[in-house]
């Protein structure tokens, strides 16, 4: 029963992201929009890594995050394999490029690289600075995946959403994405859930930086 109400919260909070999303873009304007090349790119990667495990069987063993290997590069090659089996494998490539897709759509494609960039490293040391683990996870399942760099973008959804809109229900939405994913953590040690809370902060400190670089200098008018 834990592991089903685990995978519906955690399903739910991208469905509410994803929504974000869509309110941000607007929903009547997909077909109109051009091709999102960041959202291709990285889903190509994820794709790319997916048929390399399958062609070569030691894939795993050289480019996942197990902190007891050595190599630099584990921490970025892991977020392009998979270990969530045949189901688990199809969520994070489609979720990854519909959130891909409308982040870039919202933030431009360099902001969404370097905010899948940001999915990568900072959750991780942001959880050791703030003692909310003991150093790089030790648990097999959280060696691969692009989960936490998807949730950790969406999130970055809510805020933009959060910050255009004034319809309560809207409101409701954007700012349940933070609040389910604290909730989650807290009740269910959810790491999808604390890696949205950290994109959420950091999209927010991001969107303050250029509301303020946006406003005239004191003296100036436009």
Aim: charged share 10%.
């Amino acid at each position: 029963m834990e592991a089903i109400v685990f995978n519906v919260t955690t399903a739910a909070l991208m469905v509410m992201m994803v929504n974000c999303g869509l309110g941000v873009v607007g929903r009547d304007t997909l077909r109109g929009r051009p091709l999102p090349w960041a959202a291709i790119a990285l889903t190509a990667l994820a794709v790319g890594g997916v048929l390399l495990q399958l062609a070569w069987s030691g894939a795993m063993d050289a480019l996942d995050a197990d902190p007891a290997k050595s190599g630099w590069w584990r921490e970025f090659t892991s977020v392009f394999m998979q270990n969530g089996g045949l189901f688990g494998g199809l969520w994070n490539l489609v979720t990854l490029a519909a959130v891909a897709a409308l982040a870039q759509w919202c933030w431009g494609g360099p902001l969404t690289l370097a905010f899948f960039l940001a999915g990568i490293v900072l959750p991780g040391r942001v959880d050791t600075l703030l003692g909310f683990g003991e150093g790089p996870s030790i648990d097999p399942r959280n060696f691969a995946g692009s989960s936490g760099a998807t949730y950790f973008l969406g999130a970055t959804l809510a805020l933009a959403f959060l910050t255009r809109t004034r319809l309560p229900k809207e409101i409701a939405l954007a700012a349940g994405v933070p609040a389910l994913g604290l909730a989650m953590w807290l009740a269910q040690d959810n790491g999808h859930g604390l890696v949205s809370v950290y994109g959420f902060a950091l999209a927010a400190a991001v969107w303050a930086v250029r509301r303020r670089a946006a406003r005239p200098a004191p003296g100036r008018t436009t």
